[in-house]
């Protein structure tokens, strides 16, 4: 079992910065791929950013150039850099572990971006 707990969410203006945190209860050295996903109400889950456990990266193309996705192995935690923040970006925004034959998922943490 891996335990994700997000944190970092928040109100913001339009052009602001915040960043997320998902700590994970266990060692994140050998996960498949973190990612930071969203939903807004009445969508489905998107896919935001990825991070492999080799370091490469993948963005949805509604945020590339303003988020960046980073991890710490040390502190079994991932963060979500959001840069230039645009209301199109409120939502509630989760962790997810990806372990291939399962995946674990946060409780989320709300994002608002006012304009």
């Known amino acids: 079992q891996v335990q994700l707990v997000e944190s970092g969410g928040g109100l913001v203006q339009a052009g602001g910065s915040l960043r997320l945190s998902c700590a994970a209860s266990?060692?994140?050295?050998?996960?498949?791929?973190m990612d930071w996903y969203r939903q807004v109400p009445g969508k489905q889950r998107e896919l935001v950013a990825r991070?492999?456990?080799?370091?490469?990266?993948r963005y949805a193309d509604s945020v590339k150039g303003r988020f960046t996705i980073s991890r710490d192995n040390a502190k079994n935690t991932v963060y979500l850099q959001m840069n230039s923040l645009k209301p199109e970006d409120t939502a509630v925004y989760y962790c997810k572990a990806d372990l291939i034959v399962t995946q674990y998922w946060g409780q989320g943490t709300q994002v608002t971006v006012s304009s």
């Open positions: 991070i492999f456990k080799g370091g490469s990266t």
């Open positions: 266990t060692s994140i050295f050998a996960i498949n791929n």
